[in-house]
């Protein structure tokens, strides 16, 4: 398995895993759809990242977003892992890629906003160093968790 950068020929499993965990669990929002069906136009070409996770037969079982913040750090995005690869790991070592990517490129901080139903998302996140912040306004109906961690 290997984490690469977002390519154009992953914009469809891009949208399709996030589609799946959040209509699992939530209702898609119009945020969502922006940044699903236009990641280059709102993600990259805004600054961000997109981290894409491929085993060695080529299969994406997992993504990752980073998006540019005004004072030069990102709110980690959109992550997610296919159900068959829950529990392998995959998802701390895209949180790790993330807080490496952002080591590099010299930001600030990470950040991102999540739902208190996540249970083992918020176990990774502390767990990588996120700490929880105050609430905050957010564009996210389903946001009521909001982290950050120092780079």
Known sequence: M???PFEARHADAWRDLNVAWISRYFTMEAKD??????????ILDKGGHILMAETDEGEIIGCVGLILLEDGGFEVAKMTVTEQARGTGLGRLLMQACIDKAE??????????????????LGLYRAMGFV??????????????FMERRV
């Open 33 to 42: 759809h922006e940044a699903l069906n236009d990641p280059v136009g709102k």
């Open 104 to 121: 590099a490129l010299g930001a600030p901080r990470l950040y991102l906003e999540t739902n208190s139903s996540l249970a083992p998302a």
């Open 2 to 4: 290997r984490i690469l």
């Open 132 to 145: 929880d912040l105050p609430h905050r306004d957010t564009s996210y109906a389903r946001a009521d968790v």
